[in-house]
Nanobody, 117 residues
Framework: QVQLVESGGGLVQAGGSLRLSCAASGRTFTAYAMGWFRQAPGKEREFVAAISWSGDRTSYATSVKGRFTISRDNAKNTLYLQMNSLKPEDTAVYYC??????????WGQGTQVTVSS
């Protein structure tokens, strides 16, 4: 099983930017499609963005499209989420996820993102 560790969260003002990272270890990184999810207090965990193993296909939740960019560096076994034009409603714990054949294989521990108005 792959192990995932997120970093890069923090407190930022509305309109600001953050870049999240997710470092993978334990198994071949390119065996996995990767994704970012988030969970706000009192809400269900929701999909944010996903990227194929090669990085040539991406998808985004409607709420973040045009503001967030998912990418990966397979040489560094690292997944990224560039978040621009942040809004207070983006406040959540952000998790990275590794999936194979459409099934979730591992989650990271999460990193807190707080956007102040």
């Amino acid at each position: 099983q792959v192990q995932l560790v997120e970093s890069g969260g923090g407190l930022v003002q509305a309109g600001g930017s953050l870049r999240l990272s997710c470092a993978a270890s334990g198994r071949t990184f390119t065996a996995y499609a990767m994704g970012w999810f988030r969970q706000a207090p009192g809400k269900e965990r929701e999909f944010v963005a996903a990227i194929s193993w090669s990085g040539d296909r991406t998808s985004y939740a409607t709420s973040v499209k045009g503001r967030f960019t998912i990418s990966r560096d397979n040489a560094k076994n690292t997944l990224y989420l560039q978040m621009n034009s942040l809004k207070p409603e983006d406040t959540a714990v952000y998790y990275c996820n590794a999936a194979r054949a459409g099934l979730s294989d591992a989650w990271g521990q999460g990193t807190q993102v707080t956007v102040s108005s």
